[in-house]
């Protein structure tokens, strides 16, 4: 595989790292992941969601970027498909019962975060973007500007995730008392359905 030069590899990272570290649905998951199940447990949604990202990133070089770009419409459909799906999920959040320390209780894991990356209108968006701006850019085959988009996309991103899992690490202790976890959850639901309809904006 070419590998791509190094101003444009720089500037990706920079890409990804941004669109990674900024707030949206999947850091608020993943945060809430380190809050309610700790950093060995949590470590798991933000790997899926690294995952969902990555793959997501070399489907829309491969060409799925493309068929979006010259059709709007389902960008848009994806777009209302997505942010409903995301405002059902900041409710479950919001109502969620209060997780204790030793509470051993289903957290949202690898698979169930990467797959959500799929139905995330930001992903969707992140994706299309890096595409056009960099896929085309690149030297190689299809599949090398698409492994090369992806893998660099998977470092940036996981530096960027990493953060907010270490921010509800954090608070883990915090949400001992049920009125903080109460709280928590609901500031979490609520930010999760900003950041939804966000993007609308």
């Known amino acids: 595989m070419q590998t791509m030069p190094h101003p444009e590899l720089i500037a990706f990272f920079v890409f990804g790292f941004t669109a990674a570290v900024t707030p949206g649905p999947s850091n608020m998951l993943v945060m809430t992941a380190g809050a309610q199940a700790g950093l060995v447990r949590g470590l ?55 997780v204790r320390q030793d509470d051993q209780s289903e957290v949202i894991g690898f698979w169930k975060s990467l797959a959500f990356q799929w139905v995330n209108p930001k ?5 299309a973007s890096a595409a056009a701006s960099y896929g085309s850019a690149l030297p190689g085959t299809v599949v ?13 991103a996981t530096l960027a995730c990493a953060i907010w899992m270490f921010g509800g690490v ?6 001992g008392k049920d009125r903080n976890a109460r709280l928590f959850n609901r500031s979490m639901g609520a930010l999760l359905a900003l950041s939804t309809v966000a993007i609308h904006l």
């Open 144 to 156: 090398d500007r698409a492994l090369a988009i992806s893998l660099t996309f998977a470092v940036a």
């Open 44 to 98: 798991w949604c933000l790997l899926g969601v690294v995952a969902g990202m990555a793959l997501m990133m070399a489907a829309a070089v491969a060409g799925l970027g493309g068929i979006i770009a010259t059709h709007p419409i389902l960008l848009d459909a994806l777009k209302w498909l997505g942010s409903a799906f995301l405002l059902w999920l900041a409710w479950k959040v919001a109502n969620a019962p209060a």
């Open 123 to 127: 992903s969707w968006v992140v994706s």
């Open 170 to 175: 954090a608070l883990k202790r915090w949400l």
